[in-house]
């Protein structure tokens, strides 16, 4: 297995949380949100990272909220990772921005609709940051391998790998477990993507559903299918959020799932 070393922690060795609002909602919101979160992972056994993204390129609506873009939200993660020292994870659409992201954040992240990009994958592949590559809802888990096969074209072995359940019937996804254990025997940490999994892509017509209900108990299973880090977007005040507010985790519910995962990370492992 390949060893994945991110500022003092190692993929692998110890539970690790990727977690923040879906998109920036503004510098105040997102500086508040990762000290917040900071504060709630502070003195638990898990290694955390912030997330949050400054295009959601792929909406259902064109009267969507995407965010502040790639500028301004790349100088507001800049300044969360100087002031709070925090590991940042965000994701990238183009060959441009993948360039311009990896000079700031310490992950890019593939988005699952992109993920079979040869360009995006290539010139994610010729950064230094890690690459979070999230399998696309339409791929089997071991497709995943030909993504693989694009970033070590480059020489590039620093890789993580997401499942956020396939599609399923219109408006709908299902999370095989299988896919953990399947997509672990190519060498890399995997991920389970436990808020877009209850994710119900587009059945609010004009943006995306979700079953929150959900969340814990797909990412527990998850946990005990062999998962290495879970990734849970979060917000203060969900129902007030500009992007998934039917599948994020609000703040105030986030610390009693970790110390539930926690407990099963030990135990399943």
């Known amino acids: 297995m390949k060893s994945i070393t991110l500022k003092d922690f190692t993929f692998e060795k110890g539970l690790v949380l990727i977690s923040g609002p879906c998109v920036i909602e503004g510098r105040d919101e997102a500086l508040y949100a990762a000290e917040r979160l900071q504060k709630i992972v502070a003195g638990k056994r898990l290694s955390f990272i912030f997330k ?153 017509k004009t943006h995306s559903s979700g079953d929150r209900e959900f969340i814990f108990p797909l990412s527990s299973a998850s946990i005990a299918a062999g998962a290495d880090a879970i990734y849970a977007e979060s917000h203060p005040d969900p129902s007030q959020a500009k992007c998934d507010k039917a599948n994020m985790i609000p703040f105030d519910d986030l610390e009693r799932y970790i110390d539930r995962w926690l407990r099963l990370y030990e135990v399943a492992r």
């Open 52 to 204: 949050s993204s400054y295009d959601k390129a792929n909406r259902s609506s064109i009267h969507s909220y995407r965010g502040p873009g790639l500028e301004k939200g790349l100088k507001i993660l800049q300044e969360i990772k100087e002031s709070l020292g925090l590991p940042i994870l965000t994701d990238v659409h183009t060959p441009e921005e993948a360039k311009a992201a990896a000079m700031v954040v310490d992950i890019i992240q593939i988005p699952a609709f992109l993920s079979r990009q040869t360009d995006l994958l290539i010139a994610a592949a010729q950064t230094d940051a890690i690459i979070n590559i999230k399998k696309g809802q339409f791929m089997a888990p071991w497709d995943i391998e030909q993504a693989i096969e694009k970033i070590h074209s480059q020489g590039n072995e620093r890789i993580l790998l997401t499942d956020r359940g396939v599609s399923f019937g219109y408006n709908n996804l299902v999370s095989d477990m299988r896919s953990i254990p399947i997509m672990k025997r190519f060498g890399y940490p995997v991920i389970y993507d436990a808020t877009h999994s209850v994710q119900l892509p587009g059945a609010a």
